[in-house]
């Protein structure tokens, strides 16, 4: 039997290497992580990090998705108080000009539209955050005040859209213009003509088409409102959906650069098995001649 009477030499790098994955085995036990660098695993990193890409695109939708959830939820509110307001304004307005009630009461009702018209103006005045919801994309622009002429509008005519990871457009704004003041629809000029058709005590000659055009602005408000309703609802879905996704994607990432406690600690434990052994071996090479080992 022939033996490389220089083969200890190679045992100090041996027990060097051994050391090396005990100390990176130790590490990536406390660390939980088994892939820290690119050097660890050039492909898992690299899938990690396009992983983690996806995890931050994910993130950043649900969190502007919950900002724009709150305004349309406030601007929703809004709408559906209008829709009331318009509702009551339509039933005093038929009250009044049925012809069963005296000057004074029908007087008593223009006061009362006058009073309905100003807290539709009011809330189509709404803010949010600072920014108010139907002046289009002039958010930092009061849309509607009382004029001498009537109620006027100072925003402009855009949409505000929003996109879903998926690419759908969502409309996250619609212009005051285009929901109280479309043209045969305008909610401020009938509610001002139905007042003044009730100052005299007698409704006049132009109630009744007054009366249709208020009707008619309240179908275009509930028009725009489902508009906002439904970008609601799809914002709401489209953010559940990246949640969902968020989490899936964290799964995988951990997955893919965590450490396996169970077998890193199993390969330590051989490590530290195979260092042991090394050292007894370097230990009795430094005590005893080379030869006593030969057979």
């Not at 220089?6 to 088994?34: F, K, M």
């Not at 007087?107 to 709404?126: F, H, M, Y």
Request: hydrophobic fraction near 45%; charged fraction near 15%; charge should be negative.
């Amino acid at each position: 039997m022939r033996v490389d009477p220089l083969y200890h030499l190679g045992l100090p790098n041996a027990l060097n290497d051994i050391v090396a994955r005990e100390n990176t085995l130790t590490q990536q036990l406390s660390s939980g992580l088994r892939v820290a660098t690119a050097s660890d695993d050039p492909t898992a990193a690299a899938e990690s990090v396009r992983l983690g890409s996806a995890i931050a695109a994910d993130d950043a939708y649900t969190k502007a998705s919950s900002g724009l959830e709150s305004r349309l939820q406030v601007a929703d509110s809004a709408l559906g108080n209008v829709v009331t307001s318009l509702t009551s304004a339509i039933t005093l307005a038929v009250k009044g000009s049925d012809g069963t009630l005296d000057a004074a009461n029908v007087q008593a009702i223009g006061a009362q539209l006058a009073d309905l018209r100003d807290q539709v103006l009011a809330l189509a005045n709404t803010a949010y955050a600072g920014s108010y919801l139907f002046s289009g994309t002039a958010a930092g622009t009061q849309p509607f005040a009382l004029g001498a002429t009537g109620v006027v509008y100072s925003g402009d005519s855009q949409t505000q859209y929003a996109a879903t990871p998926g690419g759908q457009k969502l409309a996250v704004s619609v212009a005051g213009s285009a929901i109280f003041s479309a043209s045969g629809a305008d909610v401020f000029a009938s509610l001002n003509n139905l007042v003044a058709d009730f100052t005299s005590g007698a409704a006049s000659a132009s109630t009744p088409s007054d009366l249709e055009a208020l009707r008619a602005g309240l179908a275009n408000v509930s028009t725009q409102r489902g508009t906002l309703d439904a970008s609601l609802n799809a914002l709401q879905q489209t953010s559940t959906y990246a949640g969902t996704d968020e989490a899936n994607l964290q799964a995988a990432q951990s997955a893919l650069v965590a450490t396996d406690s169970t077998a890193f600690a199993t390969d330590l434990s051989s490590a530290e098995t195979q260092q042991k052994a090394l050292l007894s071996v370097l230990s009795a090479i430094g005590k005893e001649d080379l030869f006593d080992y030969l057979q």
